[in-house]
């Protein structure tokens, strides 16, 4: 007969902290979570675009790399601190890894301060989900000249722009008034065909054929016609709509994405403020070291996040 | 090699005591408390390292991208860079910032069904984002 302790010790469970083995499930969980996001953009991105009609660069939606290069930059330096703070307290250090957490938690405050400001843009623009001028042809066409029309009634009263930019306004809208002009007239004046190329680099190599459904007006315009230089070429802060194919789409998008991950360095930074206030209590040290590692492993993790958006985002 | 040996004494922590953290296995022997402080420092060099490789890496991307602006290269060739490079930058953090490099043989059985799952998603949807139905 075998009793219960004559049988071998079987181990028990992954041989994980219990902390630790729940916080790689929850990876596992946010990996999915994050896939589906970015998934389903890329299949927005490349399954309906064609080459008349293609997905907006981050120019045509006020996206600048650099600003994205930066924050990638700091998700990076958090990342270094992190660990650094795990690696102080294995080596017995409290108090300079309380530094670093401190250096970590102004870090993801820099990042979150940074993306406000791009929101901050985004919303300025009015490139939000279902508030993009993307088709140009009735109703909407009329929709989207009625709506240059007060930005630059707006422009008119108060300014905001150089001088060279706020006549051709003052011309656009005596033309708009006159009833001279068509919805796609007041786009290509408003974008402008100069710089319309070196926007949308690699573009030249694409078809040229006329779009019915969006506007760039560099293919609804005869080859031998003049380029026009737009109110946005003269003054790049006019605050003027225009065409964006498939702008509604990537602003639904980009605030998914980017918001979801936004949320989750805020919780990272939350966490790292309790630790913070741990220490200020007195009440921080080695004890907390898989506290520290578990919410490290949980903030590299959105950093890994934010590696693959940036390149999506911002170059891609 | 002693930054190996340190992975696996770190990595069989948890083997040995369970939950208790890693901050309170403190060495008394003159010996271990000197490879304890050698492997420290080889942990430091490698974080460092792979902070600078990681800065060197996103500046890549960030150099090809205005290439394809310049012209010199076309979109494609600089797409297949960029997303290698955010492929190898994740594949840094998770491998030493993560301690996957000590930890992969304890949570591979929980990570590969998932990197499973999200493989064959991308895969299911490449047809609509490559052919594009037109």
Redesign the interface.
């Known amino acids: 007969m075998i009793h219960a302790n004559d049988e071998p010790a079987v181990p028990m469970g ?7 083995l729940a916080m ?2 929850f990876l ?1 969980t946010e ?2 979570f994050f ?2 996001l970015i ?1 389903s953009y ?2 927005y ?4 675009p ?1 080459a008349s009609q293609p997905w907006p660069t981050p120019h045509d939606v006020h996206l600048a ?2 600003i994205g ?1 930066v924050n ?2 700091v998700l ?2 958090s ?2 601190t992190v ?2 703070a795990l ?1 102080s ?4 250090n409290s108090k300079r890894a309380v530094q670093y957490i401190g250096v970590t938690l102004a870090l993801g405050c820099v990042f979150l301060v940074i993306k406000a400001y791009e929101y901050q843009q985004k919303f300025a623009h009015g490139i939000l989900p279902g508030r993009v001028f993307e088709k140009l042809d009735s109703p909407h066409g009329y929709k989207y000249m009625r709506h240059v029309q007060e930005q630059l009634e707006h422009i008119e009263k108060h300014g905001g722009v150089n001088d060279k930019a706020k006549k051709a306004c003052a011309e656009l809208l005596a033309d708009i008034r006159a009833g001279k002009l068509q919805p796609k007239d007041v786009n290509e004046r408003v974008r402008g065909t100069k710089s319309i190329k ?1 926007t949308n ?2 573009k030249e190599f694409i078809t040229t054929k006329d779009s019915t459904y969006v506007d760039l007006p560099e293919r609804s315009r005869p080859k031998d016609a003049p380029m026009v230089e737009g109110i946005l070429e003269m003054d790049t802060h006019a605050h003027l709509s225009y065409s964006i194919p498939f702008g509604n789409m990537w602003a639904s998008c980009y605030f998914a994405m980017t918001g979801f991950h936004a949320l989750h360095v805020f919780g990272g930074l939350v966490v790292f403020a309790i630790m913070l206030v741990m220490a200020w209590r007195g009440r921080f ?6 506290m520290v ?1 578990v919410t ?2 949980y903030w ?2 959105v ?2 996040v934010w ?2 958006l ?2 999506l985002l ?3 | 090699m002693s930054e190996q040996h340190h992975d696996h004494s770190h990595g069989d922590h948890s083997h040995s005591h369970g939950d208790h953290s890693h901050g309170e296995h403190s060495h008394s022997h003159g010996g271990d408390a000197h490879g304890h402080a050698d492997d420290a420092a080889a942990h430091f060099r490698s974080y460092i390292a792979i902070f600078i490789a990681l800065c060197v890496f996103t500046a890549i991307s960030f150099v090809f991208n205005e290439l394809v602006r310049g012209g010199i290269i076309s979109p494609m060739t600089s797409a297949t860079v960029i997303m290698i490079v955010a492929i190898i930058k994740a594949g840094c953090v998770a491998y030493i910032f993560m301690h996957l490099k000590a930890d992969w043989g304890k949570v591979y059985c929980i990570m590969i069904p998932v990197v499973i799952m999200c493989v064959m998603m991308i895969i299911v949807f490449l047809p609509d984002g490559v052919l594009g139905w037109r």
């Open positions: 992954l041989p994980l902290p219990n902390g630790k790689w499930l596992v990996i999915m896939t589906a998934g890329l299949i991105r490349n399954g309906q064609t790399e650099w290069a990638t930059f990076i330096c990342s270094l660990v650094l690696w307290l294995h080596v017995g070196e680099p690699g040290g080695p004890q907390n070291a898989q590692e490290g492993l590299h993790f950093d890994i590696i693959f940036f390149p911002y170059l891609v």
